[in-house]
């Protein structure tokens, strides 16, 4: 199994420019998360979904983030317009069941800087 | 604001040596708490996790200990090596699916 793969693995970009980062979950697994990690606020989930219906989105932090998942093996997060405080590492994730205490896959993360 | 606080920030131990990670919660509905791994460059990886049903969970050479009257969770690395190094995260589930992770702690092994 390759794990869960995420593209591209380093992003710089201007601000305002329109950044997507790309998520591939684990085959079979139903529940796919978007987490953001900095060293001010550690990591922090952004939106979840399972089976492929956004579930909860209460951590996006503006109307400049959306994610979709248009399919069991696809997600994406994007980011519009970009600001230099959006410079994080961005993880995506996936689990197979959606009950308590299922393993959480992580991918190897975008590393997304805005100048 | 974190739920689940954890401590040292980071922590640097000889090659042989016991590290010791410490988190504190205060929601007792937690009732699954996981330790993840992070090399630097790599995304976290599920090390050990426990529920509160049980005081200790011991994998290999990592052991946690519950307390949950105290609403404190540790993990110990016994006999510490260089691959060790890393950064470990303790977490705690929210509800079904949403974890709070601590603020992690940068473990250095010296050989």
């Known amino acids: 199994d390759a794990g869960v793969i995420q593209s591209p693995r380093h992003e710089v970009t201007e601000m305002g420019q329109e950044v997507t980062l790309r998520c591939k979950p684990i085959s079979g697994h139903n529940s796919l998360f978007w987490y953001r990690q900095t060293m001010m606020r550690g990591l922090e989930l952004l939106i979840y979904f399972n089976n492929n219906v956004p579930i909860d989105d209460s951590g996006m932090p503006e109307d400049r983030f959306s994610a979709k998942m248009p399919n069991a093996s696809f997600s994406t997060l994007k980011i519009q317009p970009s600001e230099p405080r959006d410079s994080a590492v961005y993880f995506c994730?996936?689990?197979?069941?959606?009950?308590?205490?299922?393993?959480?896959?992580f991918g190897p993360g975008t590393r997304l800087t805005v100048l | 604001q974190q739920q689940v606080k954890q401590s040292p920030q980071s922590l640097i131990v000889q090659k042989g040596g016991i590290s010791i990670i410490n988190c504190a919660y205060e929601?007792?509905?937690?009732?699954?708490f996981p330790w993840y791994q992070q090399f630097p460059g790599k995304g976290p990886a599920l090390l050990i996790a426990?529920?509160?049903?049980?005081s200790e969970k011991k994998e290999g050479r990592f052991t946690i200990s519950f307390n949950k009257s105290a609403k404190q969770f540790s993990l110990h690395i016994m006999d510490s090596q260089p691959g060790d190094s890393a950064t470990y995260f303790c977490?705690?589930?929210?509800?079904?699916?949403?974890?709070?992770f601590g603020a992690g702690t940068t473990v250095t092994v010296r050989a």
């Open positions: 994730a996936s689990r197979r069941t959606s009950g308590k205490g299922g393993e959480q896959f």
């Open positions: 929601n007792t509905a937690f009732d699954y």
């Open positions: 977490a705690a589930n929210t509800n079904d699916y949403k974890l709070s």
């Open positions: 426990i529920r509160p049903d049980v």
